[in-house]
Antibody, heavy 115, light 107 residues
Framework: EVQLVESGGGLIQPGGSLRLSCAAS????????MHWVRQAPGKGPVWVSR????????SYADSVTGRFTISRDNAKNTLYLQMNSLRAEDTAVYYC????????WGQGTLVTVSS | EIVLTQSPGTLSLSPGERVTLSCRAS???????LAWYQQKLGQAPRLLIS???SRATGIPDRFSGSGSGTDFTLTISRLEPEDFAVYYC?????????FGPGTKVDI
């Protein structure tokens, strides 16, 4: 069974940093582009970032460029999102998603940026 | 960036009714890479349709998708009580991948 499990969310003060992880199983992780999508409370989903299969190509939404870094460890079947200089507007549930092949979402991890 | 517009914003319906949701793109969606999701409060989006018309595994056949280019439709042939939710369309053919604002299907 294809599965994506996010972790690392929590309450963080504005200006702080957090690293999210997404553990993948049930498929050949190293063959797929992977993405992060977030959803603020009461709002629709918004794409955040993507990374290609070997980690050499990345792209970001304008709202997070320069503050967030996506990466992956194919040996550990894990996707990461390093989030720096966090702002209140980054408060959201963060989902790890595979959009190629059978679209698959994780259950999400909540990040709350508040003092 | 491809902007997706969904209409209507909210629909108030009754169980048993047929519903058609619209999703219009500002540019052609490459390869008809258009997905539909259902979302209930506190849950992750649930994939209903990918590739504009392919039902995801386990999705009842009362859900169907159609369309190409810039105009796409999700049809629920007969509403069940569990279908009352928010529905989002999303294009994943061109980066940045974008979502529509959603249609709420209400009782």
């Amino acid at each position: 069974e294809v599965q994506l499990v996010e972790s690392g969310g929590g309450l963080i003060q504005p200006g702080g940093s957090l690293r999210l992880s997404c553990a993948a199983s049930g498929f050949t992780f190293s063959s797929y582009w992977m993405h992060w999508v977030r959803q603020a409370p009461g709002k629709g989903p918004v794409w955040v970032s993507r990374i290609n299969s070997d980690g050499s190509i990345t792209s970001y939404a304008d709202s997070v460029t320069g503050r967030f870094t996506i990466s992956r460890d194919n040996a550990k079947n894990t996707l990461y999102l390093q989030m720096n200089s966090l702002r209140a507007e980054d408060t959201a549930v963060y989902y790890c998603v595979r959009f190629s092949g059978i679209i698959t979402w994780g259950q999400g991890t909540l990040v709350t940026v508040s003092s | 960036e491809i902007v997706l517009t969904q209409s209507p914003g909210t629909l108030s319906l009754s169980p048993g009714e047929r519903v058609t949701l619209s999703c219009r793109a500002s540019q052609t969606v490459t390869g008809s890479y258009l997905a539909w999701y259902q979302q209930k409060l506190g849950q992750a989006p649930r994939l209903l349709i990918s590739g504009a018309s392919s039902r995801a595994t386990g999705i009842p056949d009362r859900f169907s998708g159609s369309g190409s280019g810039t105009d796409f439709t999700l049809t629920i042939s007969r509403l069940e009580p569990e279908d009352f939710a928010v529905y989002y369309c999303q294009q994943y053919g061109s980066s940045p991948f974008t979502f529509g604002p959603g249609t709420k299907v209400d009782i």
